[in-house]
């Protein structure tokens, strides 16, 4: 955890996360700090590769792509319990195996609670864009995280970001800049997605005509 630095203030909100009302078979709960979770003994044999999206809101993202990949495991990581319920009905209705969650607040604890070098693909849909200035010290993209993704992530591995708002993504251009292990393959960023799945909400902001911009980027080999 990187922005604070009080230890106290540290194990208070991990005793925080680690507590939910939530109970499900398929929920992966953190519960000694420092001890990293197994996410190869966690997901069914046959798993062949690893996607984490962070903030996977309602669902229907990863749903989507569970469903049509089997062998790869999905781990849904979003603080917002409700939502999780949601898409564990879905996944249920569906009889997924391949879908796991994390209910814990990643902007505070992350990369101590993952393997190193796990995942194929992270996703990024949609963060809370925080708009005003005095706000801007809580999104999501800021240099600390960058890093924890990049350590989660295979050589190799793919990062995907999407956002409606242009000030957070001329930001985060602009950070991807300043970290050239990451790398893009012919344009920076695109306006189009073709062959992903589209939520609720990106569909509402396409309905809206809003410019999405989308940026993809490649952990350097």
Sequence with gaps: MQLLVNPEIQEKLWKFT???SYQSDYLLQPNERGKKIDLKKSF???TTQFVLEL???WGEVAIELAKNDHQTGY???EKKVNRIIHTEKQ?????LENIRYMTVNFQWFFDELLEKEIFDKIIINFPDPWPKKKHR???LMQPYMLQQIYTLLKPGGEL????DYGPYARKTISLFRKFPN???KEKEYEFERPNFPISFFEAEKRNEGKTIYYLKRIKAI
Aim: aromatic residues 14%; proline residues 4%; positive net charge.
């Design 18 to 20: 680690t507590k939910t």
């Design 44 to 46: 069914p044999s046959t």
């Design 55 to 57: 903030g996977s809101g």
């Design 75 to 77: 781990l849904l990581m």
């Design 91 to 95: 996944r249920k209705t569906l009889g």
């Design 137 to 139: 010290k809580n999104r």
């Design 160 to 163: 995907f970001f999407a956002t």
């Design 182 to 184: 990451f790398q893009w």
